[in-house]
């Protein structure tokens, strides 16, 4: 089974990073700020200051262990020890700092296109060119963990279900997992059962 990983925004803070940190550290002409693409930023790299804020009204909104934004993961260090090993392979750890500690953005690099692994037959648009729903073929990820896909702009994170599994067990808070591929929304708690984590 592959998940889509949204951000919890309504329990947990999110992580913006600074334009002019980004210029500042790596150079005025990078576009890491904002470009969701798959490309190595490794080499290089200077530990952002990122800030973590909250997107909701609510005022018990708390620090995350792992959220999603951009097509990139902030993992504090419980979460990078926990996840390190089942992810590696397909990305890059990039250090961070922020006012509560330091942590990590995890770039992921695996593309669905490099296996083919994006099942063109299923994934559509709708007459506007926005995505209705995204399909993999599973036994050509190759075991990837988490995965990217050029189909939504390498905005969605996708994940296996060990990932899933190992944030469960480890009990990490700030990202919700949903079977409903296509939909760049979570799932809405006030109509059903979303898997959250």
Known sequence: MIYLIHPDIKLYKSFVINSKEAWRKL???TLFHFDPRPQSYSEGWQPL???L???SNSKKVKMPDITSRNGRLFLNQSAF????DIIEAHGEFLPITHKEGDGYLFNILEDAKTNNALDTKLSTRNEYGDVQSIAFHENKLGGA????????SYQG??????FKSA?????????????DLG???PPDDTVGSPIQH
């Open 157 to 162: 994170i996708y994940c296996s279900e060990a």
């Open 145 to 152: 963990s988490v995965v990217r896909t050029e189909f939504d």
């Open 27 to 29: 150079g005025q002409d």
């Open 49 to 51: 200051a990122i800030e």
């Open 167 to 179: 944030v469960e067990n480890a009990d990490l808070k700030g990202i919700i997992f949903s079977t």
């Open 183 to 185: 939909n760049i929304y």
């Open 81 to 84: 020890n926990v996840l390190r």
């Open 53 to 55: 804020t909250s997107f």
